[in-house]
């Protein structure tokens, strides 16, 4: 893969290899389980092998796709992502699984458009508080438009139900507005507004309510409620400090519900141990603060604020996962970044990993 010159060489290098592991471990855990589903052991290893290539040329178009483009393709890419959030709830095009509505089904394969959102909205932004640079500190400015944007987005993915996605899309969109100089008394005042309809999205919902009881006493109910994170915290005991040996897993056989996607970072620690997980949770530290040094070095605001987005996106969702797979934050269901089996997340990952690596060249040029 050509890289861009001045593109950040740690940055890729360690998407490469996430991205690889990914693909191992998505064989290593579901091997057992696409046999008995769908009759050859390969088909969950063939299909992430496919969305891996088609996330790397992405990434690479991306790095050499220069960024300032974006800014005149921001508010097109938003009412695009708009559509397709639209289109996922339509019966017939939308796919139901599991009782939600997330995906679209297109020859074979799902797309699932909320990852793709998530990627518009921060381009958006990032055009806009560029735009905006010193009128952020006006409520009407400064806030309130943001504001009905995130609504909308944000109403679009909890009608899937999508309560995940939209609370990380919230989260990155509040701090993008921060460092671009909202008043935090705003930010402030929009998260102590939203706390009671928070509880009653969460204590009014069954299996959100479920959730929320098997996280802080799982051993009150081990066959039902509790039994995904007890299965995850043996996966964790038993790697021990270097692990079972690739491929070793006994969780994976039907004991760890989502073994190859949500909880793939629990098979992982009965395969590679304890210094497996510290060197991936490494990895994904060192990549985070390496896309936070191409915002800080980018050439322009826009590429600061897109550089940011897209490095708290990916920072948010892989340590929320480790934590949820660990027991330390309630069951939520949140992909962990390059690693978990889904195309669409994959896919979405290694676009902005694509975005951050041409920032971080820092020779944008211009775009008339």
Same mark, same amino acid.
């Given at each position: 893969?050509?890289?861009?010159?001045?593109?950040?060489?740690?940055? =890729?290098?360690?998407? %490469? /290899? +996430?991205?690889? *592991?990914?693909?191992? $471990?998505?064989?290593?855990?579901?091997?057992?389980? !696409?046999?008995?589903?769908?009759?050859?052991?390969?088909?969950?290893?063939?299909?992430?092998?496919?969305?891996?290539?088609?996330?790397?040329?992405?990434?690479?178009?991306?790095?050499?796709?220069?960024?300032?483009?974006?800014?005149?393709?921001?508010?097109?890419?938003?009412?695009?992502?708009?559509?397709?959030?639209?289109?996922?709830?339509?019966?017939?095009?939308?796919?139901?699984?599991?009782?939600?509505?997330?995906?679209?089904?297109?020859?074979?394969?799902?797309?699932?458009?909320?990852?793709?959102?998530?990627?518009?909205?921060?381009?958006?932004?990032?055009?806009?508080?560029?735009?905006?640079?010193?009128?952020?500190?006006?409520?009407?400015?400064?806030? =309130?438009?943001?504001? %009905? /944007? +995130?609504?909308? *987005?944000?109403?679009? $993915?909890?009608?899937?139900?999508?309560?995940?996605? !939209?609370?990380?899309?919230?989260?990155?969109?509040?701090?993008?507005?921060?460092?671009?100089?909202?008043?935090?008394?705003?930010?402030?005042?929009?998260?102590?507004?939203?706390?009671?309809?928070?509880?009653?999205?969460?204590?009014?919902?069954?299996?959100?309510?479920?959730?929320?009881?098997?996280?802080?006493?799982?051993?009150?109910?081990?066959?039902?409620?509790?039994?995904?994170?007890?299965?995850?915290?043996?996966?964790?005991?038993?790697?021990?400090?270097?692990?079972?040996?690739?491929?070793?897993?006994?969780?994976?056989?039907?004991?760890?519900?989502?073994?190859?996607?949500?909880?793939?970072?629990?098979?992982?620690?009965?395969?590679?141990?304890?210094?497996?997980?510290?060197?991936?949770?490494?990895?994904? *530290?060192?990549?985070?603060?390496?896309?936070?040094?191409?915002?800080?070095? !980018?050439?322009?605001?826009?590429?600061?604020?897109?550089?940011?987005?897209?490095?708290?996106?990916?920072?948010?969702?892989?340590?929320?996962?480790?934590?949820?797979?660990?027991?330390?934050?309630?069951?939520?269901?949140?992909?962990?970044?390059?690693?978990?089996?889904?195309?669409?997340?994959?896919?979405?990952?290694?676009?902005?990993?694509?975005?951050?690596?041409?920032?971080?060249?820092?020779?944008?040029?211009?775009?008339?």
């Amino acid at each position: 893969m050509e890289v861009r010159q001045g593109a950040d060489h740690t940055l =890729l290098l360690l998407a %490469v /290899v +996430l991205t690889c *592991l990914g693909v191992v $471990m998505v064989f290593s855990s579901s091997s057992i389980m !696409a046999v008995r589903e769908h009759g050859d052991s390969l088909y969950f290893l063939k299909r992430q092998g496919l969305y891996a290539l088609i996330g790397f040329t992405l990434m690479a178009g991306l790095m050499h796709f220069n960024y300032l483009y974006l800014r005149k393709l921001a508010v097109p890419i938003l009412f695009a992502c708009l559509l397709l959030l639209v289109l996922v709830l339509i019966p017939g095009i939308g796919a139901k699984v599991g009782g939600a509505k997330r995906w679209i089904r297109l020859a074979g394969f799902s797309v699932q458009p909320a990852e793709f959102a998530k990627l518009g909205l921060i381009v958006f932004m990032a055009h806009s508080l560029a735009r905006k640079q010193d009128k952020m500190k006006s409520f009407k400015l400064g806030f =309130l438009p943001y504001m %009905v /944007v +995130l609504s909308i *987005l944000l109403l679009l $993915m909890l009608l899937q139900p999508d309560l995940g996605s !939209a609370l990380t899309l919230c989260v990155v969109a509040m701090a993008m507005m921060f460092v671009a100089g909202t008043r935090p008394i705003y930010i402030a005042g929009l998260g102590i507004l939203a706390l009671p309809f928070l509880y009653f999205m969460v204590m009014n919902v069954d299996y959100r309510r479920r959730r929320i009881l098997a996280f802080l006493n799982p051993w009150e109910d081990p066959s039902n409620t509790g039994f995904q994170i007890i299965q995850s915290w043996i996966a964790f005991g038993s790697g021990g400090t270097l692990g079972n040996g690739l491929g070793e897993s006994k969780q994976k056989l039907f004991y760890l519900p989502e073994a190859h996607t949500d909880f793939i970072f629990s098979v992982i620690g009965e395969e590679l141990g304890f210094a497996g997980v510290i060197v991936i949770a490494a990895m994904f *530290l060192l990549l985070v603060l390496r896309g936070f040094k191409a915002a800080t070095s !980018a050439p322009d605001n826009f590429g600061s604020y897109l550089a940011f987005g897209m490095t708290l996106l990916i920072g948010i969702e892989a340590f929320v996962n480790m934590a949820v797979v660990m027991g330390l934050v309630p069951t939520k269901g949140l992909a962990l970044p390059f690693l978990s089996y889904g195309g669409s997340s994959l896919m979405a990952t290694l676009m902005a990993v694509g975005i951050i690596l041409n920032v971080s060249s820092k020779n944008p040029g211009e775009v008339r």
